[in-house]
């Protein structure tokens, strides 16, 4: 009907019936609500009536008629729908259509109500409008809405005419998308009429879409305004050399901000989790197909001979070296590493964990990691889930802190530290000043450490306090830390059982942005004193609240203001020489008190969502808990959300740009002891100390007669630390020429991780791997027999050191330097490429390379990896891909983890080139160096929604048993490959054998499923219990109320039939017609 000009004919029709000199009812009525649904469907329709004058002769109408409700009702419903065009609307508001609507809204009543709910659809409708919304800021409509609403929500107590206070409050949402309209509203008292209005609606459902609109318009109008710090620029300066020295950091004034903008667009995050538009896809075949040339003077890969000696040394050569890397004995590893102490019980003692260690590997060799495919390694309880409604103490019950019920197991701890005369603040965080005049300290610090170790006898596998202490000596940070964190020294045993994801409490994040609006609205009841600053000096209060630090490694927390009692605003440190990236946070907390619930507000967040709502919580070790025997980050806090707040960047950073957004991190946390010592991080921490103590512990522990491990030195970093490369294949069988050219034809594999400093996930992925891969697993055997892997654990020392979140310490993202990085500027991916592009060059380019990430929006683990044809495909490429040879062996890795791995799903992975990731380790290791099994393997902060892990968050088990089954990933990917050795066939099908079905089963499977399609586009996330607004924008009102004038009309009609038109009971209003 409409295409064949229904409308116009409709239009016209009423044109000509009203401008009769006695205009019929009888016919303009059902013209009218014919007009309105046909109107509804047609989306020219306020065109044609403007321009067939139907808009004017209906306002007249509408005038004429104010007494008589019946066709008033008719001419509001027909404007409305012409309305639905911009420029109608703003047409109508020019003749005058909003004072109009004025004197037909009442104040409450129980009579009209259907006239009532029609006028303020239209005059929302009309406020979309920005002329109109002017308009009705000059006229002082604000205060006559706000007015309204008071009246109708006092009267209405039944609750019987929520639409209309609805639509009345979406008026005046509209005119507080406009500056002038956020002033008109603050200067009405509008904030504290609506929270008082809503304050005592929250918990009750029937008012929902009433809350959810105050709240949208609460926070669009909460005064912006920049973040409390002095400069956006983070705390601590490093000056890269050859640069001249940056302009100090400005500081911020009020005049920098102004608050300007009636739009603000959320900020995508630049990074590998964000799915961008299909246009990012690289189209350009000859970008996708041709090889580039390297990157450098050939001559200058011959430095990384030295690297892969491997390659070239005969193993006499080795192994009479002097300053061997290699070791002979166990105890070697002692007088290495031993701070130089006489009298040292830990010598004894250190050689009695090594044989522990020694004992515990042999114990978990029993059971080989094939018999934990796909089942899980952790004993995965899935009746600890616990239903909603939890206390803060049950929770931190269930979540492994103490407070054991039964209380018979833990010793007091007060008497316990007293008795000792221990000072926990001094234990927590202990000093590593060596040489320096307070030697005397540091040594009061093994002291310490020593006796604690003494009194608390549990060990850590692979761990070791003193070696950590002597680690952390030689590590640089550009503040310069001094103290280390008590649980980075101490070690961390994963708890015993993984933890369930946290249900999301209905209405939470209503009630955080209610608690944040009332210190607006309140501001006298607000303490808002600085407690913790590293750019200002604060008052160190004798008042009990908390004491914050974060100057340690991987520390980050820049500033803390107290807000309320048990409330704490928290600013984490912008990226060194950044001004954004805070995401990651990590710092300790002293002086708690228990049984308190404390809210943490982390108020300066970049990215615009978060798996904290979705059932993550972030992780905290208490140290008396440590020293009560459980020394465990634990996931904890209850009340998370996450959402976008009232800050913004100052215009004077921004620079033109559009500003940054903020979001706020909340967390309740109520803490297991009080005057105890805890930590809180994003996600559980993994220092570099803690790396480069694995990796020499790792040495020590390996057989060297039968594994070749070797540690060196890639390069160093422009903070000065030295970027790790380790090499870890079987010894040749013995020095025959046979043997040792077996040795030298193993393929190569390639693992890197840690680009991005906050993804610690990445580095307890790696954990996995490494251990996996020195084990005496019979799979790690065979690995080792058959491949030769060059492994970078922390491609980015300095950012992990310094507490960013994903730069270097030049402020770039070091996985955006892969195409022509720097060896001056961006040593470890200068060298990291370097060293690939020496395999390559000498034929020994690696079967697969895969780069560890962590993922902060999606759950499991999951691969990118590269292809022209998906690309092309997804793309819609004109470019016929069918002449594009490709095969699909990228797909195998992939396929074959998603068979043995418990987290991994193969439904997230993706295979697309996208331009913005050109310059990433993954697409430039495949283009360049033509590595076609590229990856990126990705690992949630949060958990798994699938698999045997589903419905629970990661512990460290589950993220470094990924690492080991990536291992077993790659044999298996061997055994299916066409060039397969005879041999590892046997031997693999010997093992398997010997392992029944499991692994066989799987193997099958694997083989049997052919290729399938593109993978599925799943949604990341299950329906959260509550919409979760992340922009105050962001509204459910565009579509809905289209439909729902087609029923107020459907409904108009049933009702007329009963005769009582006029006069609606309370309820009537909200029920749907049969
Ligand atoms: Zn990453």
């Given at each position: 009907m409409i295409s064949k000009g229904g409308s116009e004919a409709l239009l016209q029709t009423l044109v000509d019936t009203a401008r009769t000199a006695a205009p019929d009812y009888d016919i303009l009525l059902p013209l009218f609500r014919l007009l309105a649904k046909v109107g509804l469907r047609d989306k020219k329709f306020g065109q044609k009536a403007l321009e067939l004058e139907a808009l004017d002769v209906t306002l007249i109408l509408t005038r004429k008629n104010l007494s008589h409700s019946q066709n008033l009702l008719h001419c509001l419903w027909a404007l409305r729908v012409f309305a639905s065009s911009v420029t109608t609307g703003a047409m109508l508001g020019i003749n005058g259509a909003m004072e109009l609507l004025f004197k037909v809204i009442t104040p409450y009543t129980?009579?009209?109500?259907?006239?009532?709910?029609?006028a303020t659809d239209l005059l929302a409708a009309l406020l979309k409008s920005k002329s109109n919304s002017r308009r009705a800021v000059n006229r002082g409509y604000v205060t006559s809405l706000l007015r309204l609403h008071q009246d109708w929500h006092q009267h209405d107590t039944a609750g019987a005419y929520v639409p209309i206070r609805r639509v009345l409050l979406l008026c005046l949402k509209?005119?507080?998308?406009?500056?002038?309209?956020?002033?008109?509203?603050?200067?009405?008292q509008g904030m504290e009429i609506l929270f008082s209005t809503t304050q005592k609606c929250l918990d009750d459902k029937s008012l929902g879409p009433i809350v959810s609109v105050v709240l949208q318009i609460l926070r669009q109008c909460y005064p912006k305004c920049p973040l409390p710090l002095v400069t956006a620029s983070s705390a601590y300066v490093f000056p890269v050399p050859g640069t001249t020295t940056s302009e100090p950091p400005r500081v911020l004034t009020e005049e920098d901000f102004e608050d300007d903008g009636d739009e603000e667009e959320d900020k995508d995050a630049d990074s590998e989790d964000v799915k961008e538009e299909d246009d990012d896809l690289e189209t350009d075949v000859n970008k996708l197909s041709s090889r580039p040339a390297l990157d450098r003077p050939e001559e200058e890969l011959l430095q990384y001979e030295a690297m892969c000696l491997e390659l070239s040394c005969s193993f006499e050569e080795l192994e009479s070296k002097p300053g061997d890397d290699l070791n002979s004995g166990g105890t070697q590893y002692a007088n290495h590493h031993h701070i130089p102490t006489e009298a040292s019980p830990k010598q004894h003692c250190s050689n009695k964990d090594q044989n522990s260690w020694e004992q515990e590997r042999e114990d978990t060799v029993q059971t080989s990691l094939l018999s934990m495919v796909k089942k899980g390694r952790s004993p995965v309880q899935r009746a600890s889930k616990k239903g909603p409604g939890m206390r803060p103490c049950q929770n931190a019950q269930c979540s492994g802190l103490g407070m054991d019920s039964s209380g018979s197991e833990i010793p007091d701890i007060q008497a316990f530290l007293k008795e000792d005369a221990w000072d926990i603040d001094m234990i927590s965080c202990p000093a590593m000043n060596a040489s320096f005049p307070s030697f005397t300290k540091s040594r009061e610090t093994v002291e310490v450490i020593d006796k604690l170790l003494q009194t608390h006898p549990r060990h850590i596998p692979f761990h070791d306090p003193y070696l950590y202490l002597a680690k952390a000596r030689r590590t640089k940070s550009v503040a310069d830390f001094k103290m280390m964190a008590f649980p980075d020294l101490w070690g961390h045993c994963p708890p015993p059982s993984p933890q369930p994801l946290l249900e999301r409490k209905c209405g939470i994040q209503r009630i955080k942005i209610f608690e944040d609006v009332q210190r607006f609205i309140q501001p006298s009841d607000v303490i808002n004193q600085v407690v913790f600053s590293l750019d200002e000096p604060w008052q160190d209060t004798a008042s009990n609240c908390l004491r914050f630090s974060s100057k340690f490694e991987s520390g980050n927390l820049r500033k803390a203001i107290?807000?309320?009692?048990?409330?704490?605003?928290?600013?984490?440190?912008?990226?060194?020489?950044?001004?954004?990236?805070?995401?990651?946070?990590?710092?300790?907390?002293?002086?708690?008190?228990?049984?308190?619930?404390?809210?943490?507000?982390?108020?300066?967040?970049?990215?615009?969502?978060?798996?904290?709502?979705?059932?993550?919580?972030?992780?905290?070790?208490?140290?008396?808990e440590a020293l009560l025997g459980r020394p465990s980050w634990v996931r904890t806090g209850y009340e998370i959300c996450y959402y976008k707040n009232h800050y913004r960047q100052s215009a004077a950073v921004a620079g033109g740009a559009p500003r940054t957004c903020y979001y706020t991190l909340t967390f309740a946390v109520t803490f297991p002891h009080s005057e105890d010592v805890c930590y809180l991080a994003y996600h559980y921490p993994y220092t570099y100390t803690t790396l480069m103590t694995h990796l020499d512990i790792l040495e020590k522990s390996v057989n060297p007669k039968q594994v070749y491990f070797r540690q060196e030195v890639l390069c160093q970093t422009l903070g000065g630390n030295s970027c790790p490369l380790v090499t870890i294949t079987a010894m040749p069988e013995s020095d025959s020429t046979d043997?040792?050219?077996q040795f030298r034809q193993r393929p190569y594999q390639m693992i890197t991780a840690r680009v991005h400093p906050g993804e610690s996930n990445a580095s307890w992925v790696m954990k996995g791997t490494l251990e996996f891969l020195v084990s005496s697993d019979p799979v790690a055997r065979l690995l080792r027999e058959n491949f030769i892997f060059k492994i970078?654990?922390?491609?980015?020392?300095?950012?992990?050191?310094?507490?960013?979140?994903?730069?270097s310490l030049r402020g770039e993202d070091l996985n955006r330097q892969w195409l022509s990085p720097g060896a001056p500027l961006q040593p470890t991916i200068y060298h990291a490429k370097g060293l690939l592009s020496y395999l390559s060059s000498t034929g020994h380019s690696p079967v697969v390379f895969c780069d560890f990430h962590g993922h902060s929006q999606k759950k499991n683990v999951f691969l990118y990896g590269c292809s022209i044809k998906e690309t092309l495909w997804q793309a819609q490429s004109s470019v016929g891909s069918s002449a594009i040879l490709e095969d699909v062996s990228y797909r195998t890795l992939p396929k074959i983890l998603d068979k043995l791995a418990p987290a991994f799903t193969m439904s997230s992975c993706s295979f697309l080139v996208e331009k913005s990731r050109a310059s990433t380790a993954r697409v430039v290791v495949w283009r360049e160096l033509g590595v076609s099994r590229s990856y990126t393997m990705e690992s949630s902060y949060c958990g798994c929604n699938q698999g045997p892990y589903q419905g629970l968050q990661f512990g460290t088990r589950e993220l470094e048993e990924m690492g080991a089954m990536f291992c077993l990933g790659l044999l298996i990917l061997e055994l299916k490959s066409v060039t397969c050795s005879r041999q590892l066939l046997s031997r693999a099908v010997a093992l398997l054998n010997a392992e029944e079905d499991t692994l066989d089963l799987h193997l099958q499977r694997c083989s049997s499923s052919s290729s399938s399609g593109v993978p599925s586009e799943l949604d990341d996330e299950p329906p959260c219990m509550e919409e979760i607004e992340y922009s105050p924008d962001s509204s459910s009102d565009q579509e809905g109320s289209f439909s729902e004038l087609d029923r107020q009309i459907q409904e108009w009609a049933f009702h007329k039939d009963e005769g009582q038109e006029d006069e609606e009971g309370p309820g009537q209003g909200r029920k749907a017609t049969p």
């Open positions: 129980q009579k009209h109500t259907r006239v009532i709910r029609a509209h005119i507080a998308a406009l500056r002038s309209g956020r002033e008109a509203f603050l200067a009405a107290q807000v309320r009692e048990f409330e704490y605003d928290l600013l984490v440190n912008a990226d060194v020489n950044s001004t954004q990236h805070q995401q990651w946070f990590y710092f300790r907390v002293s002086r708690t008190r228990a049984a308190v619930p404390y809210r943490f507000n982390i108020i300066n967040c970049e990215k615009p969502n978060s798996q904290f709502n979705y059932g993550m919580q972030p992780t905290l070790y208490s140290v008396k043997h040792l050219e970078i654990p922390m491609l980015n020392p300095d950012g992990v050191i310094n507490g960013n979140h994903r730069c």
